[in-house]
């Protein structure tokens, strides 16, 4: 699992990692912001909106699995996994089966 917060970050170094190496990933978790519904917190593009395109362009193997409200300022956690596992969602509890 990749788990990212890396203060706007998040999408920069996600297109990074799926596009510049071979390492196998099955859930990402990253921290993303809806930037039409407040002003950005970094001046960076880490926009929800633009990371589910990304996903669905380029990797459609991949499901949002979770999307929880982290704070006030529309940031949000995503839950990204690969659709190859059944699973089990429980809160913070991802548990995959084969």
Known sequence: MIKIDAQG?????????????????????IECQYMQDQ??????NNDCEAFKAYMKYK?????LVRKRDNCPSSEYNFLWHLD??????????LVNKR
């Open 39 to 44: 002003a950005p917190t970094y001046v960076v």
């Open 59 to 63: 990797r459609p193997d991949f499901q």
């Open 84 to 93: 190859d596992y059944k699973r089990i969602n429980v809160d913070n509890l």
């Open 9 to 29: 970050s998040d999408f920069t170094i996600i297109k990074d990692l799926l596009e510049n190496t071979d390492y196998e990933v099955r859930n990402i978790q």
